[in-house]
């Protein structure tokens, strides 16, 4: 059960390590078949307006320019969406946001291909453009879809359980506050990009860096009337993810040059101010919450109120609502809640999937609030959050029953034990001249998987090679979280054969089987699943087919060792190279599959919803930051991010910290650093220099206690937790600073003006 | 569109000769020319290290230079300073120690750590992180990099790449 | 795009070049950035003219070559242990690897308010060396910087080196930065001060100058003046600080607002005090 932090250091080696840390490993953008041709996009520059003119003859008779392609030469439905599909692949009449592509140039060269780009004159009458959520959904707001029954508002849900607004009439106290989180950007390293050809056989091959390969074949032929069983694709290891190459970014518009190439290859790469302009976003949000409880701290009722900024597109958006509103209550135990939302289309950039997906906005806003009821009542922070901490069998905000191993208690315990927090008072006393220092702890969690509606399923194929090895078709993409090496750890110890043994095709539509997308920390828990099913249908095969050779009538009692199935009776053994050569093909296959199970009886409320909620698996955790204040310039030190994690049975220590070092370095750059200066549908900071990561001078050593625990349901007892560590930077800097300087952030990033504003170093 | 010219440097140990336009950019000669796709191109414009490279033993940005800039010189990258069988210590410590998850970041990365130790055998972690603090991860958290980095210098003692 | 990309050998060949319109290119770190997705350009490598990277002590000043890195200079004893406030401004300049390829010169011809090399050059009363066909002339860095990346430069000629003279005797050099991470980030405010304290720890000579909140580095005479003949107190520093505030015209961009640079620019003094127990 959750409680003790794990020390032991039982870590699976990354089985791609040394081929990238030897410059060997090839991504998408590495594949640069030779005479291919280079495919371009023209982007709309205006966040919204009418495309009044297009001419396109003089990119057309630029030299090396093979084509240039308008919305005239989409054929199919020219719309491309996950869910929704309400994104044109080539705009005709309408641009919505600055990203928008109008024109597609392929080109024998790069340098034809900006000529041609540049030659492409594009008239346009501005629209008035809408660019907040909130807006959005006055009457009179410009509609970004005109004709749409429900004007600018895509998505709208509820999700409440007892009787919030009459419950918060009786607290004795009740406090509430606006707070709000920007836009963020992914800034995954490798860029976005792809190759594709339409072979002699009228296949439209395409090697991409994508987290759905299979959901793209549909994405792609649904927009451009193409047959998705005739479309293969391709994910090597991905440059980074983070959720923005879930959903098509490079493929309908590469698949509608290779279609005009004549079979050549074509290949598609985003520069970085593009991807600013035209890849998706984490969703600005807006979050208007009221908390009440009794005087002793127990919380009683929660509203609230969400606004998303959906961008011109659906992408996810309601999903990534839905998610966020699952979470609204935090890992808290209150019995009345009524959470609601609205996602609206706007002319910003487009928003999407991203680490947390909701989650992020969420629980900025319901820990803010759990720090205001501290102050109000004259609480310790911690403390608070451990009295009302979700415990086993006890219903969540959503009305879900937390799993048996909740423990969010142990989770807090854990980062309370830290240092970091035992000696905060002597750190803070010994701050040295101009520094101000403070500590905050929250509590966190995220939801595991897709929820209920659409299946979360992975079909995992294993193969017995004629060498006696085996080979995994592993079909969900590894974008650095480790799954590929996951799976030939699981595998290896299912199979009690050493990890050298075992091979792994990366996602190939022709090979692999659908196992969904790498997203919503699922991909090792799903795929991780049907592979163990497939692994224990191959260990019992080998033994039956060695019994054959070993004249053994017993199966069951044989060994499946290293290389080789043994007889213990007969000290006899088969080695598996023979199995190898004597098996047809067919017979060295294994195929199983596995579906996440669902809530079993929902709550009845989110009924908007018909995919995404609720959820029956989340991990829990804490997260402590300590932060120093320059009490002359503003700017805030991130010096220690201790992060504690529940997240089932670890399988490799060194992959849970990878994961919630990285999570909570998005996190802290989102806290501090990183601000798209979003104006008029315009993200001022829109390149590298002015859009700030944070670089290795910027963050602490960041810890990670991984607790004792256990998922039943998950393989090797594990659960997904690939996201959690993200949700901890954001409230507890924001703890942190109220802490250090009585600061109360209401929105990130928090600035140095905001600081130096709260320090009362700012004239009024 | 400007004449090719004929260069001649050292690249990965080995003399090389190239016909090329001059004004070519050294990250595309190498990923297209020489077929060398460790150095990637993260921004185009200096601002994340993904592209670099050692000239003259020097960590530099491949995205910011002229293929002519390399005349004379000597070039070094990921792929010339181990191999999956003979990885440098820098590399074998980052796999091993946990520094590489996409792994876009970690061909500068090693570059850029590998210089450190060849003339400062024993740095600490803040000497590290500066060292680092123009390759951007994503990722990793840098963590495990610099982790990784001190690892390396306790095993090799900074071989010279 | 670049096109052609020629490598001088000396000066005299590198005239005719700059003539038919190659641009002189040093590290490119700036250049190159620029010139992305432009009208193809030629280059005039800087690089293979040896003297152009010399750093050289010659009777006390410090001639610094135009086309000597930033690395080389934080590196060389003169300047490292010299001129401190410049060596910590070249510690935080870009990164590593820019600091690796970008030049003195290129920093300077670039011209942008927010240059890191600038504050503390603008407080040792550097001057710089331009050459061309005709001939060679000197001027005070601050007479050659006229506005955001506008210069006095003239078409044909160059940036040759920098000159520092000797600094005031036994002075204290002080640089700090703020940006808004610690590496590869553009100023919003930097601060570089040249104090020479007397015996009696009254300021005998102060240097203030101010980087990102004005058109060109601001060199705070009035800041100084109000610190000549006093001790460095909080109370003496917060009045030179209200004269910083008053010198400089900021702007408020993607990076910071004009006030949050005012504000800033002259808290950064405050940085000056000494320790706690002082007054």
């Known amino acids: 059960m959750a409680g003790n932090v794990m020390t032991t250091r039982e870590t699976v080696p990354r089985a791609d390590a040394l081929a990238k840390a030897t410059g060997r490993e090839r991504y998408s953008a590495d594949f640069t078949p030779p005479d291919c041709l280079w495919a371009g996009v023209r982007r709309a520059g205006t966040p919204h307006a009418l495309l009044t003119g297009l001419d396109v003859a003089a990119a057309r008779a630029t030299d090396g320019v093979a084509a240039v392609l308008t919305r005239a030469d989409v054929p199919g439905t020219n719309r491309q969406g996950i869910v929704h599909k309400d994104q044109p692949v080539l705009c005709g009449q309408r641009v919505r946001h600055r990203g928008d592509a109008i024109a597609l140039v392929v080109a024998e060269t790069r340098e034809a291909l900006a000529e041609g780009l540049s030659r492409i004159e594009a008239t346009f009458s501005p629209l008035p453009g809408v660019f907040d959520p909130a807006s959005a959904l006055l009457p009179d707001a410009p509609a970004v879809h005109p004709g749409r029954q429900d004007g600018n508002l895509l998505a709208y849900g509820l999700v409440e359980k007892g009787d919030a607004p009459a419950a918060l009439a009786g607290c004795d106290v009740v406090v509430e506050g606006e707070f709000s989180t920007p836009m963020q950007e992914h800034v995954f390293l490798e860029l976005p990009n792809g190759v594709a050809r339409l072979t002699p056989a009228g296949v439209l091959d395409m090697v991409v860096s994508t987290q759905a390969p299979f959901r793209d074949r549909f994405e792609i032929a649904h927009a451009l009337g193409l047959d998705p069983w005739r479309i293969r694709v391709r994910a090597p290891y991905l440059g980074g993810g983070f959720g923005g190459k879930d959903g098509a970014t490079v493929q309908c518009l590469l698949a509608l040059a290779a279609v005009n190439a004549g079979g050549r290859w074509v290949k598609m790469v985003w520069s970085r101010e593009e991807t600013f302009v035209a890849g998706y976003k984490r969703h600005a949000a807006s979050m208007k919450v009221r908390l009440g409880a009794a005087a002793d701290g127990r919380l009683c009722a929660l509203t609230c109120a969400m606004h998303f900024d959906a961008g011109p597109y659906a992408h996810l958006s309601g999903e990534i609502m839905a998610l966020g509103l699952e979470h609204a209550g935090g890992p808290y135990r209150i019995p009345h809640t009524r959470l609601e939302g609205w996602c609206a289309y706007t002319n910003n950039p487009v928003g999407g999937a991203f680490r947390g997906f909701g989650v992020v906005q969420a629980s900025f806003a319901v820990e803010r609030l759990m720090d205001a009821l501290a102050i109000r009542l004259g609480r310790d922070p911690a403390g608070l959050r451990r009295q009302n901490a979700l415990r086993p069998g006890e219903v969540n905000a959503a009305g879900v029953t937390a799993g048996p191993g909740t423990d969010v208690a142990a989770c807090l315990d854990a980062v309370l034990a830290h240092p970091a927090w035992t000696g905060r008072e002597a750190w803070k006393r010994s701050a040295p001249p101009f520094t101000r220092r403070g500590v905050g702890v929250t509590a966190i969690q995220n939801a595991m998987g897709y929820g209920r509606g659409l299946p979360d399923a992975a079909a995992a194929k294993l193969e017995l090679t004629k060498q006696g090895t085996f080979r995994i078709y592993n079909a969900v993409p590894d974008m650095g979280q480790g799954n590929a090496s996951a799976f030939v750890a699981m595998a290896a110890r299912a199979l009690s054969q050493p990890a050298a043994a075992f091979e792994l095709v990366q996602p190939d539509t022709r090979v692999c089987l659908p196992a969904g997308s790498s997203s919503a920390s699922r991909t090792t828990y799903t795929f991780g699943n049907a592979l163990l099913r497939a692994c224990r249908a191959m260990r019992e095969k080998l033994c039956a087919r060695a019994a054959l050779a070993l004249l053994c009538d017993d199966p069951a009692r044989l060994v499946l060792s290293a290389g080789v199935v043994t007889d213990p009776v007969s000290g006899k053994a088969v080695p598996l190279a023979m199995l190898g050569r004597m098996l047809p093909r067919d017979d060295r296959l294994c195929v199983d599959q596995f579906v996440m199970p669902v809530v079993e009886n929902p709550p009845d409320t989110g009924r908007q919803f018909k995919l995404g909620f609720p959820h029956r698996f989340y991990s829990h955790g804490a997260c402590l930051c300590a932060v120093e204040v320059d009490e002359l310039t503003g700017r805030v030190h991130l010096a220690q991010c201790v992060t504690s994690v529940a997240c089932g049975r670890v399988l490799s220590l060194q992959g849970v910290e990878q994961q919630v070092h990285g999570a909570a370095a998005q996190g802290a750059g989102l806290a501090l650093f990183e601000d798209p200066a979003l104006a008029g549908g315009r993200m001022a900071a829109g390149d590298l220099s002015t859009y700030l990561i944070p670089t290795a001078v910027d963050l602490p050593d960041f810890a990670c206690l991984a607790l004792d625990d256990d998922e039943p349901t998950g393989p090797m007892g594990l659960r997904g937790m690939g996201e959690i560590g993200i949700h901890g930077p954001g409230p507890a800097v924001a703890q942190a600073l109220y802490d250090a300087a009585g600061m109360w952030a209401v929105r990130l990033p928090v600035t140095p003006q905001d600081v130096l504003e709260a320090l009362g170093g700012m004239p009024s | ?161 | 795009m670049i096109g052609a990309v020629y490598r001088p050998a000396c000066l005299e060949e590198l005239w005719p070049l700059l003539d038919t319109g190659a641009a002189a290119m040093a590290g490119g770190t700036d250049l190159l950035v620029r010139r992305r997705g432009g009208e193809p350009c030629d280059v005039a490598l800087l690089s293979g003219i040896a003297s152009l990277g010399e750093i050289v002590g010659e009777n006390g000043w410090l001639r610094i070559g135009a086309a000597a890195t930033h690395a080389a200079m934080a590196r060389h004893p003169l300047i490292r242990d010299g001129l401190p406030g410049l060596a910590g401004a070249l510690g935080t300049l870009g990164s590593p690897l820019v600091r690796n390829m970008g030049t003195i010169g290129g920093n300077i011809v670039t011209a942008s308010p927010a240059a890191d090399t600038l504050p503390p050059l603008y407080a040792l009363d550097a001057r710089v060396e331009l050459v061309s066909a005709g001939g060679m002339r000197q001027l005070a860095l601050a007479d050659f910087l006229v506005g955001p990346g506008r210069t006095v430069l003239m078409p044909g000629e160059i940036v040759a080196a920098v000159l520092v003279p000797p600094p005031l005797a036994g002075a204290r050099h002080h640089f700090e930065k703020v940006g808004r991470r610690n590496a590869l980030a553009v100023a919003v405010a930097s601060l570089a001060a040249v104090i020479a304290t007397a015996a009696d720890g009254r300021v005998a000579e102060a240097r203030i100058a101010v980087g990102s909140v004005a058109p060109t580095v601001v060199r705070c005479t009035a800041a100084e003046a109000a610190l000549v003949g006093r001790r460095l107190t909080r109370q003496t520093l917060s009045e030179a600080a209200a004269c910083i505030r008053q010198a400089v015209s900021p702007i408020d961009d993607v990076r910071a607002t004009a006030a949050y640079r005012r504000q800033v620019a002259g808290n950064l003094l405050l940085r000056l005090c000494p320790g706690p127990d002082a007054v």
């Open chain 2, 1 to 161: 569109m400007s004449r090719p010219v004929e260069l001649h440097f050292t690249l990965n140990g080995a003399p090389v000769c190239i016909e090329t336009r001059p004004g070519r950019r050294v990250l595309d000669l190498l990923r297209e020319d020489f077929g060398l796709a460790a150095a990637k191109e993260g921004c185009g414009a200096g601002e994340c290290g993904a592209c670099t490279v050692l000239v003259d033993g020097e960590p530099k940005l491949s995205c910011l230079m002229l293929a002519a800039q390399l005349e004379g010189r000597t070039v070094a990258t990921a792929e010339g300073l181990g191999t999956a069988d003979a990885p440098h210590p820098v590399q074998a410590a980052f796999a091993a120690h946990g520094a590489v998850q996409c792994g876009y970041c970690t061909p500068g990365m090693t570059l850029v750590a590998a210089e450190l130790l060849s003339r400062n055998p024993d740095p600490d972690r803040e000497t590290v992180r500066q060292a680092v603090s123009g390759n951007l991860c994503r990722c990793t958290g840098y963590v495990k990099i610099v982790d990784a980095v001190l690892a390396a210098a306790k095993a090799g003692q900074g071989e010279k790449p």
